[in-house]
């Protein structure tokens, strides 16, 4: 246990059914104060639920964000969308090839500049996202178990500013 301003924060190995008299005693010296640490512990157990969720769809977070952008906003362009994710135009580029490569997403000429491409759902793609929306909002619940309504939405407002 580590004390943050008058909070104790547990450290990983106290959390986990792994631990030991070797490991319990592992010092984490000033990670548990860290915003950056505690962000990626969970991130990572965010994106694990997730994947473990979809395995039978066999989508990413990203990917599955990319497709929600696509199905609201139909017509963006990938340099539109990466700008928007915040990734580079590459990255974009080969999310969209996976997706277009399961039939999820098309690219069709763009009405306003012959150099890019329309990113548009397929049915199959719109399809799938609808099916997804209640499997995403279980995937919400479960790691915000732990966090009253008001505590989420704190939560929200909170990585938003880190984020902004």
């Known amino acids: 246990m580590k004390l943050v301003d008058g909070k104790t924060i547990s450290t990983p190995l106290e959390n986990s059914s792994q631990a030991n008299g070797s490991e319990a005693e592992i010092d984490f010296d000033i990670l548990p104060t860290l915003i950056g640490y505690h962000l990626r512990r969970a991130q990572i157990t965010v994106f694990n639920d997730f994947v473990k969720m979809m395995s039978e ?13 696509i199905n609201t906003n139909p017509g963006l362009t990938q340099s539109a969308l990466a700008r928007t994710v915040g990734i580079e135009r590459s990255t974009m580029v080969a999310v ?3 997706l277009e490569t399961r039939g999820l997403v098309e690219r069709r000429p763009s009405p306003v500049d012959r150099r890019s ?13 609808e099916r997804l929306r209640p499997m995403v909002a279980a995937h919400e ?7 009253s309504a008001d505590e989420r939405a704190q939560l929200i407002i909170l990585l938003a500013k880190i984020a902004d």
Not at 58 to 69: K, M, S
Not at 117 to 129: F, H, R, T, W
Not at 141 to 147: G, V
């Open 57 to 69: 769809v066999q989508i990413t977070p990203g990917q599955f964000g990319v497709a929600l952008l």
């Open 96 to 98: 969209i090839d996976a």
């Open 117 to 129: 491409y329309a990113l548009v759902l397929s049915e199959q793609g719109n399809d799938m996202i």
């Open 141 to 147: 619940d479960r790691i915000a178990k732990n966090l």
